[in-house]
């Protein structure tokens, strides 16, 4: 167990719906990561928080925007979805230290779009 | 070209071999470099953490990382049946923003008892 929590762990929906994945990180990591995970594009970085900042942004769709709140968990919201958005979502909690840059991953949600 | 090569495999062994499990990169900026391990629908699980080049042993896994040539190496002693899953490799540059993972496609590795 790597102190990470992420709910739901599945979710089915509908193209054209809307969902929020939530992350809590672990006890003292300032830092959340957002990651995609899917068949034919791999493990892919969306966008990065730390402290209730954005810090850095990947491959993340404009239908796609996320938030860390003061408590320091994040959410996902994922808009307007269409059939290629189906995939596993990870957070990723790291304490954000100089040298460390380790990141440990939560359980994931699979989101299943019909 | 992608940043982080590795090959998919399936790689096919039997109990108690030595895996090597390799990847290349072409982003000289990265700095940080990790193996995880992933088993089917799971959250991948941090195995090694390495900064900068060098060696590094925990248990029957090490890591090296050669940044001269832009590669790094996972090293399995005694493999066990259990060891059977995905094991990705990931970097990192250094820097405020920059500490995203860029991961590897992920190596499949089988372990025959």
């Known amino acids: 167990d790597s102190g990470v929590t992420q709910t739901p762990k599945h979710l089915i929906t509908a193209t054209g719906q809307r969902v929020t994945l939530r992350c809590s990180p672990r006890s003292g990591d300032l830092s959340v990561y957002w990651y995609q995970q899917s068949l034919d594009q791999g493990l892919q970085f969306l966008i990065h928080y730390y402290n209730g900042e954005e810090r850095a942004k990947g491959n993340i769709l404009e239908r796609f925007s996320a938030q860390q709140f003061p408590d320091l968990h994040s959410e996902l919201n994922l808009s307007s979805l269409e059939l290629g958005d189906s995939a596993l979502y990870f957070c990723?909690?790291?304490?954000?230290?100089?040298?460390?840059?380790?990141?440990?991953f939560g359980p994931g949600t699979r989101l299943t779009v019909l | 070209q992608k940043e982080v090569e590795q090959d998919p495999g399936p790689l096919s062994v039997p109990e108690g071999a030595i895996v090597s499990l390799n990847c290349t990169y072409s982003n000289s900026a990265f700095q940080y470099f990790m193996w995880y391990r992933q088993y089917s629908r799971k959250g991948p699980e941090l195995l090694m953490y390495?900064?900068?080049?060098g060696n590094k042993e925990d248990g029957r896994f090490t890591a090296q990382v050669d940044k001269s040539s832009k590669y790094i190496s996972l090293f399995i002693r005694d493999s066990q049946p259990s060891d059977s899953a995905t094991y990705l490799c990931?970097?990192?540059?250094?820097?405020?923003?920059?500490?995203?993972?860029?991961f590897g496609s992920g190596t499949r590795l089988q372990v025959q008892p």
């Open positions: 990723a909690s790291s304490v954000e230290g100089l040298p460390d840059n380790e990141q440990f």
């Open positions: 390495t900064y900068s080049s």
């Open positions: 990931a970097m990192s540059a250094r820097g405020t923003g920059r500490r995203a993972l860029t």
